[in-house]
């Protein structure tokens, strides 16, 4: 049987939507592999959360890259084989397409690994009161404030940081007792304390890079506890800071100690 045109066309358009599948499979998997990145992207703005590693989608995207390769080359390969049985009279249109049935197969097993994966990752675990610190959760759209659970009271936590600052040298300007000044006007209120500290060496530097965080400074922690008597550090987060204010990345340790005073309180 002689081919036709017509044949000669149709392979030619199938061959086109293997290139287009390839193209579209090097695509997906570009984006999969930068997912990680916009993960990263998202917790850099959430200070409080544990830092995760995910590198994992890095490689199901490079996989998905090479897929896109290999079947590339292999519709290549089937479309020149299919030229020649249609130049030599015969026809390979007597089987299911292997190539099909193996992408398909490919893409179901990587879309399943992709979907346990994304479940596993939505939603970071926080840590359990009984394990030490539980942060709240805060986005990089909030106010920046990081809130840690204390597991003393709040006379107990500001004893703690006030121990500590002398300990670093890190000058107490004030200790603002609101709920004492509450009490003094007649008025009821939880325990709630703050804490203004600085260190001129440290914060010289910041204002002179930038003006503006001048207003957030000295640096400030608040003791207070809630309705249900759980008692809270909070914090400016530094990175919410350093963007405010525009800092230099090599200054952010020069405001990341109220980071670890928190931190340190709450245990």
């Keep these: 049987?002689?081919?036709?045109?017509?044949?000669?066309?149709?392979?030619?358009?199938?061959?086109?939507?293997?290139?287009?599948?390839?193209?579209?499979?090097?695509?997906?998997?570009?984006?999969?592999?930068?997912?990680?990145?916009?993960?990263?992207?998202?917790?850099?703005?959430?200070?409080?959360?544990?830092?995760?590693?995910?590198?994992?989608?890095?490689?199901?995207?490079?996989?998905?890259?090479?897929l896109g390769v290999i079947v590339n080359i292999v519709a290549a390969r089937h479309h020149s084989r299919l030229v020649r049985d249609l130049n030599a009279g015969g026809s390979v249109f007597n089987r299911p397409?292997?190539?099909?049935?193996?992408?398909?197969a490919v893409l179901s097993v990587l879309g399943l690994v992709m979907a346990i994966y994304l479940i596993t990752v939505r939603d970071p675990k926080q840590i359990s009161p009984g394990g030490g610190q539980q942060k709240t959760m805060t986005s990089?759209?909030?106010?920046?404030?990081?809130?840690?659970?204390?597991?003393?009271?709040?006379?107990?936590?500001?004893?703690?940081?006030?121990?500590?600052?002398?300990?670093?040298?890190?000058?107490?300007?004030?200790l603002v007792d609101h709920s004492g000044e509450a009490a003094n006007a007649g008025l009821a209120m939880p325990p709630t304390k703050l804490l203004i500290f600085g260190n001129p060496k440290a914060g010289t530097p910041l204002m002179i890079a930038s003006p503006t965080i001048a207003i957030d400074l000295p640096l400030k922690i608040l003791v207070w506890e809630d309705r249900d008597k759980k008692v809270w550090v909070s914090y400016n987060s530094p990175s919410y800071l350093q963007a405010r204010h525009n800092l230099p990345a090599n200054l952010v340790p020069n405001i990341a100690i109220e980071e670890a005073l928190a931190s340190k309180a709450a245990e």
């Excluded at 149709?10 to 984006?31: C, D, K, N, S």
């Excluded at 990089?140 to 002398?166: F, P, R, Y």
Aim: aromatic residues 12%; charged residues 10%; neutral net charge.
């Design 1 to 66: 049987m002689t081919s036709g045109p017509s044949d000669y066309l149709a392979a030619e358009r199938t061959f086109l939507a293997w290139i287009r599948t390839g193209l579209a499979l090097m695509g997906f998997g570009f984006v999969v592999a930068r997912f990680g990145l916009f993960l990263r992207m998202l917790q850099a703005g959430q200070s409080n959360l544990p830092a995760e590693s995910y590198g994992f989608s890095f490689w199901v995207g490079t996989a998905l890259i090479t």
């Design 97 to 104: 397409s292997s190539l099909g049935i193996a992408v398909a």
């Design 140 to 174: 990089s759209t909030d106010s920046g404030i990081v809130s840690l659970a204390s597991n003393h009271s709040v006379d107990q936590t500001v004893e703690k940081l006030q121990a500590m600052l002398q300990a670093k040298g890190v000058k107490l300007f004030a």
